[in-house]
């Protein structure tokens, strides 16, 4: 059984930093492309950050990079987002991802999200 777990969200005031963690379990870590996604009340989800499975190459939104850094540990099966200089417009629920590398539709698996709230 796949299971995902975020943890570490909460509320943090403006230029502050949280970092969130996905703990992965029940697939094999290296044959998944990992990211993380946000969803803002009333707007769709979106790609944050993505992490190839042998973690050599990342990709971010125009609008995190240069502030959010996304990382993985193989031993420990997890991965990793650490955001920093946080925005107010930064708040929204976050899910880490897995997705196959060969079967990316079939084989697409998300968490149950973690909230951040970015305020004064």
């Known amino acids: 059984q796949v299971q995902l777990v975020e943890t570490g969200g909460g509320l943090v005031q403006p230029g502050g930093s949280l970092r969130l963690s996905c703990a992965v379990s029940?697939?094999?870590?290296?044959?998944?492309?990992m990211s993380w996604h946000r969803q803002a009340p009333g707007k769709e989800r979106e790609l944050v950050a993505r992490?190839?499975?042998?973690?050599?190459?990342?990709n971010y939104a125009d609008s995190v990079k240069g502030r959010f850094t996304i990382s993985g540990d193989n031993a420990k099966k997890t991965v990793t987002l650490q955001m920093n200089s946080l925005k107010p417009e930064d708040t929204a629920v976050y899910y880490c991802?897995?997705?196959?590398?060969?079967?990316?539709?079939?084989?697409?698996?998300w968490g149950q999200g973690t909230q951040v709230t970015v305020s004064s």
């Open positions: 991802n897995a997705a196959s590398k060969w079967n990316p539709v079939t084989s697409n698996y």
């Open positions: 029940g697939l094999t870590f290296s044959d998944y492309v």
């Open positions: 992490i190839t499975s042998t973690f050599l190459s990342t």
